[in-house]
T-cell receptor
């Protein structure tokens, strides 16, 4: 157990639908990062939150949004889903002065 | 962010030592070098990190020359379970900065 919890582990939904992925960071970590990994592809950075504020944005689609709540958990919202959104979505967290990320086990999203 | 270049894939056999080299010519003074390991359908896992010279832990060694423009991850006596993708990342960590993962090196360990 890495200390970063992601739910659900698997999600199957239809095109056009909206889903919410949840991430609880490791205790004490203020930063949360979201990554997307499609089949046999690298990790694509989506967005980072630090203590509730958006810190950095990567290649995140306008149909996707995220937020970090006062208790530091984060949610990634994916709407108007398309087949191409099927992927593994990873959340990672880090502390203020840390030497690396801790990743969760991911949410596998399948859009049918 | 410093750009990294590493081999796309490598093959090895059980019991051998594997060295994966990463080039990072434009590494900045405050940048650290970190390696992650990723198994299929799992999140990346931190392996080792260094700033200069040599770092060793129970899993691997990291060799960094004086100019810091490259680094080499060394895995001693690999086993089948070391088959994974290995990512080299370069960045500054003291403020929880975002890191960019490159394509990584796909290591295949054969019996």
């Amino acid at each position: 157990d890495s200390g970063v919890t992601q739910t659900p582990k698997h999600l199957i939904t239809a095109t056009g639908q909206r889903v919410t992925l949840r991430c609880s960071p490791r205790s004490g970590d203020l930063s949360v990062y979201w990554y997307q990994q499609s089949l046999d592809q690298g990790l694509q950075f989506l967005i980072q939150y630090y203590n509730g504020e958006e810190r950095a944005k990567g290649n995140i689609l306008e149909r996707f949004s995220a937020q970090q709540f006062p208790d530091l958990h984060s949610e990634l919202n994916l709407s108007s889903l398309e087949l191409g959104d099927s992927a593994l979505y990873f959340c990672a967290s880090s502390a203020d002065r840390t030497y690396g990320y801790t990743f969760g086990s991911g949410t596998r999203l399948t859009v049918v | 962010l410093a750009k990294t270049t590493q081999p796309i894939s490598m093959d090895s056999y059980e019991g051998q030592e594997v060295n994966i080299t990463c080039s990072h010519n434009n590494i900045a003074t405050n940048d650290y070098i970190t390696w992650y390991q990723q198994f299929p359908s799992q999140g990346p896992r931190f392996i080792i990190q260094g700033y200069k010279t040599k770092v060793t832990n129970e899993v691997a060694s990291l060799f960094i020359p004086a100019d810091r423009k490259s680094s080499t991850l060394s895995l001693p006596r690999v086993s089948l379970s070391d088959t994974a993708v290995y990512y080299c990342l370069v960045g500054e960590y003291n403020a929880g900065n975002m890191l960019t993962f490159g394509g990584g090196t796909r290591l295949m360990v054969k019996p």
